[in-house]
């Protein structure tokens, strides 16, 4: 038996060969020449962004199917991983309005300004969780999609715009149980319908400018999260959801437009007004609208100035 | 002929750390904070703090069909030029021009969503990468079939494999068509077969004329790959052109041996508050770090630590790999005697383990160092720790002298035994 060491065993020429240079490093093919034109100008200029700067806008058309499906992705989730799926929409508010009804209603006897306190307490309702939903749904929707936003390009303003879009699809559902509601109830149209689509709207873009500016607020300060269920609570009993306006108008005498200021104040009364009859408080309304534009310009501005950095921070 | 990319001038800087701001009460906090909040949102909403440039002023241009290379060690600011490039980051100065629809394979199933059928998530990551419903509805047949899930598209895909899953979102993104793919490191990931798709689809688009950008640490990949290689260097082109001769540039930069290296004060050295680094070294098993190391020469790799998490189960792992990259073994202390499974106190330690002779083949070797806490997690992870080059003896070589093939170069026993002696009986043919 014999042994050779590995080492004279070179002599035998294994290595005889010359190490291989890395594939390709040598021969390189020249790259093929172009096949498709080259658009004149720039698909896309990427540079440091002002705030206003309308090249976004011209984005958000472009990705206007996401929308559509962050939207789809939101409601399909959240029927999906839920047993009763749809019902939960329609039972939370239900829920909420056979406990008032008979707390509020029954027992300490709230005005209910010519229509059953059920009817009532439910339209507020039915309004206020689409918006607070929305406005909570909204304000955590950028920290709950960091993955997404760190990993591929698309307007972020998206992201909260869905979270609320997607709400005002359940507030579609409800509404479905008011109109019904209405019937039972014997409560004919009035001409204050039509007011429906607009205060809708308002109540929307309400919801959006503050979910939009909690969104680019949260992404910093974490603390907004935490402190958004307590202070949309606090909000709900500041506005007229569970009573009608009248009785803190009232009771503040010549000072009564001081709770005007509340901007869900015109929204919940108007919608109200426009579902049962009755007067609208157009003080009340045109603060509203005017404060929500103001927000939304607000947010706006906030969003994108947190938005180029949003990436690099979350 | 004309730029598909075109940049000018990009930087980036990120602020690093909070503010410094030292509060005395919990009124000044909360006083300050407001005060804070209101100015940093004048701010661009970001923290005042150190900064730091991971860009600084970089400038180039990519033509259509090109494959671009871009190298350079960690922190010389690849992944923020991608990021920049695929628009997930602002960059703070300059500008870029792109002339085409970008994808990347960095963004592989982003969005897919656990509870969601792999057809919906089809839809849902087509369209944020860019794509158009009608596009996807279109290619919706052929992206199922490249991912093999025909069986499966309505089945949610948190009853997917984790392999069937990356096959469905690699299958997307490759059906994106851009005309300038970012690929960003993917050759890591994944298995082989992933690895190969990823290859394949980037030949594939670079055939078709398209241009893609590559961003690896492979530098085997970068060369047979790329026709022009960009090497960033703490945010800066450094060198720029020929595949081969920035990428060997950049390996003799980046390989200047260190066969020891020191940390003397704590809060410089490597490492973060579970560990920090104080001292590497590769020397010769009877030796000193300063000491040539042979192939026949048993070797002694040290490596001196603190431990500043009390109760840590603390395990180390090397990886040695060959001078472009190629990982040749990987080492973890989970056979070590002492400590291992134990908890680890705060201290400085010093796990050693040492390599026999007639192992290791001539050439560098870059050494790769991980901190693991309770055998799963990464706690720090150090790329190039120790460069050392083991030198070729070659007394006992006879004569021929040139590289001996292969990452490892173990002396193996051989046996020869003659089994039938004379010649072979061959036999005639009878015609």
């Known amino acids: ?314 | 002929m004309k730029p598909i990319i075109k940049a000018e001038n990009v930087s980036k800087q990120y602020r690093i750390g909070a503010p410094a701001a030292s509060y005395q009460t919990l009124r000044d906090a909360i006083a300050g904070a407001v005060r804070g909040s209101l100015r940093q949102l004048r701010r661009d909403g970001r923290p005042e703090g150190e900064t730091i440039w991971a860009l600084g002023g970089v400038g180039f241009e990519v033509r259509p069909g090109e494959v671009v290379g871009i190298i350079g060690s960690n922190g010389a600011g690849k992944s923020t030029l991608l990021k920049i490039l695929s628009r997930i980051v602002e960059p703070t100065t300059g500008r870029v021009d792109l002339y085409g629809r970008v994808g990347s394979l960095l963004e592989v199933g982003t969005g897919f969503h656990p509870e969601l059928t792999g057809r919906e998530n089809v839809f849902l990551n087509g369209a944020m990468l860019g794509m158009k419903r009608a596009e996807v509805a279109r290619k919706f047949d052929e992206i199922v079939a490249f991912a093999e899930l025909e069986k499966f598209t309505d089945t949610p895909v948190k009853w997917y494999s984790s392999g069937m899953y990356t096959r469905l979102a690699f299958a997307v993104a490759a059906h994106l068509e851009p005309e300038i793919l970012i690929v960003d490191e993917v050759l890591a990931v994944g298995d082989m077969s992933f690895q190969k798709k990823c290859l394949g689809k980037m030949g594939e688009v670079a055939g078709a004329g398209r241009t893609v950008i590559f961003v690896s640490h492979n530098m085997v990949a970068v060369q047979s790959l790329c026709n022009r290689v960009l090497w960033l260097h703490q945010g800066k082109i450094r060198e720029e052109g020929q595949p081969s001769a920035v990428v060997s540039k950049y390996l003799r930069s980046s390989c200047s041996a260190r066969a020891e290296q020191k940390w003397d004060d704590i809060e410089s050295a490597p490492g973060n508050d579970q560990v920090r680094i104080r001292r590497a070294c590769v020397r010769p098993a009877d030796g000193t770090p300063s000491e040539s190391i042979g192939v026949k020469t048993p070797v002694v790799m040290e490596f001196e630590y603190w431990n500043l998490a009390p109760g840590t189960l603390l395990n180390l792992s090397v990886i040695v790999s060959t001078e472009e990259g190629y990982p040749i073994f990987n080492t973890g202390s989970g056979r070590e005697a002492v400590w291992h499974g134990k908890p680890f106190p705060a201290g400085l330690f010093r796990s050693a383990f040492y390599i026999p002779g007639d192992l290791l083949n001539d050439g560098t070797h870059r050494v790769r160092l991980m901190f693991v806490k309770d055998q799963s997690v990464v706690i720090h992870d150090t790329d190039d720790i120790l460069v050392f080059d083991v030198e070729d003896v070659h007394e006992k070589r006879s004569g021929w002298y040139g590289k001996w093939i292969g990452a490892v170069r173990p002396r193996l026993e051989w046996e020869t035994e003659l089994v039938e002696p004379g010649m072979p009986a061959l036999t005639e043919a009878a015609g």
Request: positive net charge; hydrophobic residues 55%; glycine residues 6%.
């Open chain 1, 1 to 314: 038996m014999s042994t050779t060491s590995s080492n004279s065993a070179s002599t035998l020429g294994p290595t005889a060969v010359a190490r291989t240079p890395p594939a390709g490093a040598a021969d390189l093919t020249p790259p093929p020449s172009t096949p498709h034109e080259l658009p004149d100008k720039p698909l896309v200029t990427i540079q440091p962004r002002r705030p206003w700067s309308t090249a976004e806008l011209h984005d958000l058309w472009a990705y206007r199917e996401l929308l559509y499906f962050l939207i789809w992705r939101d409601l399909k989730v959240r029927y999906k991983q839920a047993f009763l799926g749809v019902a939960w929409v329609l039972l939370q508010p239900l829920m909420m309005t056979l406990v008032f009804t008979v707390f509020l209603g029954m027992l300490v006897r709230v005005p209910s300004e010519g229509v059953p306190y059920t009817l009532f307490v439910y339209a507020g309702l039915l309004l206020w969780t689409f918006f607070s939903s929305a406005v909570t749904g909204g304000g955590n929707s950028l920290v709950v999609n960091a993955h997404l936003i760190t990993k591929v390009y698309f307007p972020r303003v998206m992201i909260p715009a869905a979270a609320v879009a997607a709400r005002l699809v359940d507030f579609a559902v409800s509404f479905l149980i008011v109109a019904g509601m209405l019937v039972y109830y014997r409560v004919p149209p009035t001409w204050n319908t039509l007011m429906l689509p607009p205060l809708i709207v308002l109540a929307a873009l309400l919801a959006l400018g503050c979910a939009t500016l909690l969104s680019a607020l949260n992404v910093k300060y974490r603390d907004v999260s935490i402190v958004l269920p307590v202070l949309i609570q606090l909000w709900m009993y500041v506005s007229p959801v569970l009573y009608p306006p009248r009785l803190v108008t009232d009771a503040l005498g010549h000072w009564g437009w001081v709770y005007a200021l509340n901007p869900l104040v015109g929204v919940v009364d108007g919608f109200r007004a426009a579902l049962f009859g009755g007067t609208f408080d157009l003080f009340a309304l045109s603060v509203s609208a005017a404060f929500t534009l103001a927000l939304l310009a607000y947010a706006t501005y906030t969003f994108r100035r947190v938005e180029r950095s949003v990436a690099d921070v979350i």
